[in-house]
Each structure stands twice: as C-alpha cells, then as structure tokens.
C-alpha cells in the first residue's frame, strides 16, 4: 500500500497572511459608518483583506467606486502611522497613528449649518 500526499499540502507550510482590522477597530469604524448612514451620506460598505493593506471602502450608491477608503497598512507603523483616509480621487486626507484621530477627517462631514 502506497501513501501519497498531494504536492500542494505540505505538513509545515505557513498560511498565507493577511491584514485585517482588528475588532475595535472595527467597532470605530462602524460607528461612524452608522451615524454617516442615518445622516444619508453613505449608503454601502466593503471590506478587502490583503497581504499588505486592508482596506475598507464606503460608497455612496453601490454601482459606484468609493468615495472614501480608510487604510490601514502596518509596515508604515513606524513611519507615517498605519491608518490612513483617502478620497475619491485618491488623495490622502489624513494619515496617523491612531485610528479615531484619522476619523475625525470624515466627522466632519457630519457636522452642517442649521438654517
């Protein structure tokens, strides 16, 4: 009897690794995300998690490219901060080390002129 082991498993093979948001920063996130949608701006969300970025990007109508993607790349934690906001045209709003001070580029927003 011959045992054979199929030649893409291998017993010591590391998983590929990705960058995700952590729960709390997701519970932040979220939360603005919320607020943003009981106010009409935002109406959909996506989450990508790659090898060196995740990235979670708001849009307005769901057909639509982003109009805002919050980044966060941890290779640049010790350089410019891992967390970043970029527009719809790609440009960076704010960048930092801290997430909640990175969102408050997009709060904004929120806050209008009562006529």
């Known amino acids: 009897m011959t045992v054979q082991i199929p030649p ?3 017993p ?3 998983p590929v690794e990705q960058v995700a948001f952590h729960r709390t920063e997701l519970s932040q996130i979220l939360s603005l995300y919320g607020r ?5 701006e935002w109406r959909d969300y996506g989450i990508s998690c790659l090898r060196e970025v995740a990235v979670f990007s708001v849009f307005r109508r769901t ?3 982003p109009l805002y993607r919050i980044e ?4 640049l934690r010790n350089k ?5 906001v970029i527009g719809a045209n790609g440009q ?3 960048r930092g080390h801290e997430l909640k001070a990175v969102l408050r580029v997009l709060e904004r927003k929120l806050i209008r002129a009562v006529e």
Request: proline residues 4%; glycine residues 8%.
């Open 36 to 40: 943003m949608v009981a106010a009409g």
């Open 8 to 10: 893409s498993v291998t």
């Open 12 to 14: 010591f093979e590391r």
């Open 63 to 65: 057909a639509e490219f």
């Open 92 to 94: 960076i709003l704010r």
């Open 80 to 84: 410019q901060g891992m967390y970043a």
């Open 72 to 75: 966060k790349r941890p290779k």
